[in-house]
T-cell receptor, first 113, second 116 residues
């Protein structure tokens, strides 16, 4: 258990509304990630962070922004949600002293109507 | 750019039979390789990993995988599957340097169905 909590776990929203997903970790890991999972696509990296206020884009970053104002929280924001952003979103951490594996949260299922 | 190919979208295996899930990767340097399992409605759990040394690695739940550099493959095997092995399986590749922040690149997954 890597102490990762995602909230909300389920959310239904309407097109055009802003949405923020939160990832909270309890072990002060430097590296945090947001992925989305869609059938037929596996997991794709949206954004990642390598420290407070240090973030970078992943493979599918369009339409998403992130913020990390403190070590334990990594926020993913959809400024104006679209139906194509209906997905399951996973947060993950990587331990600095590990061998590169990621540890995942339970996921947040987002439905955009 | 790195990539992972899992050629089989679905695989059906009888309970008690052996299993092999295929994974091919493309990476410009020595990779870290991983297999994850996802049960319905759950997050991803690490099954096993390869980062150096013995090319046959053992994981949890009786799974093993073999790294074959010449074939750019990292196939997952289990000698005898159980009904509880029904799940989605993901192969992933990452940077060997360990110093960067880049995440893992995942394949699209293989859905394993177990027949009684």
């Amino acid at each position: 258990d890597a102490g990762i909590t995602q909230s909300p776990r389920h959310k239904v929203t309407e097109t055009g509304t802003p949405v923020t997903l939160r990832c909270h970790q309890t072990e002060n890991h430097r590296y945090m990630y947001w992925y989305r999972q869609d059938p037929g696509h596996g997991l794709r990296l949206i954004h990642y962070s390598y420290g407070v206020k240090d973030t970078d884009k992943g493979e599918v970053s369009d339409g998403y922004s992130v913020s990390r104002s403190k070590t334990e929280d990594f926020l993913l924001t959809l400024e104006s949600a679209t139906s194509s952003q209906t997905s399951v979103y996973f947060c993950a951490i990587r331990r600095e002293q590990g061998t590169g594996e990621l540890f995942f949260g339970e996921g947040s299922r987002l439905t955009v109507l | 750019a790195q990539s992972v190919t899992q050629p089989d979208i679905h695989i059906t295996v009888s309970e008690g039979a052996s299993l092999e899930l295929r994974c091919n990767y493309s990476y410009g340097a020595t990779p870290y390789l991983f297999w994850y399992v996802q049960s319905p409605g759950q997050g991803l759990q690490l099954l096993l990993k390869y980062f150096s040394g013995d090319t046959l690695v053992q994981g949890i739940k009786g799974f093993e995988a073999e790294f074959k550099r010449s074939q750019s493959s990292f196939n997952l095997r289990k000698p005898s599957v159980h009904w509880s092995d029904a799940a989605e399986y993901f192969c992933a590749v990452g940077a060997h340097s360990g110093g960067g922040a880049d995440g893992l690149t995942f394949g699209k997954g293989t859905h394993l169905i177990i027949q009684p």
